[in-house]
């Protein structure tokens, strides 16, 4: 029933742009927040930015800050990556996760961006 379903991500030329979607259903989403993470091939799974369930709070990793901005639409159940200036390093399977304020945990499937050189 619960389902996180990324989109938006594709092949960019160095100092391009993309824009990732993360579309939730099952859960209340407005009670939920929700962060984007980041994995390379052979590295680990990394925080790369998460903002509050009402989206008046936001971080972000220091490798991204002035060049990505997230942010939901709640009345849409959707939270967004906005990337700029994007780097061959930014190449990554993108995963968004809804986090409750208690146990509460959801991932979804992830999606491709890549950078290239």
């Known amino acids: 029933q619960v389902q996180l379903v990324e989109s938006g991500g594709g092949l960019v030329q160095p100092g391009g742009s993309l824009r990732l979607s993360c579309a939730a259903s099952?859960?209340?989403?407005?009670?939920?927040?929700m962060s984007w993470y980041r994995q390379a091939p052979g590295k680990e799974r990394e925080l790369v930015a998460s903002i509050s369930s009402t989206g008046g709070s936001t971080t972000y990793a220091d490798s991204v800050k002035g060049r990505f901005t997230i942010s939901r639409d709640n009345a849409k159940n959707t939270v967004y990556l906005q990337m700029n200036s994007l780097k061959p390093e930014d190449t990554a399977v993108y995963y968004c996760?809804?986090?409750?304020?208690?146990?509460?945990?959801?991932w979804g499937q992830g999606t491709q961006v890549t950078v290239s050189s």
């Open positions: 099952g859960f209340v989403f407005s009670r939920y927040a």
């Open positions: 996760k809804a986090t409750g304020s208690g146990r509460a945990e959801y």
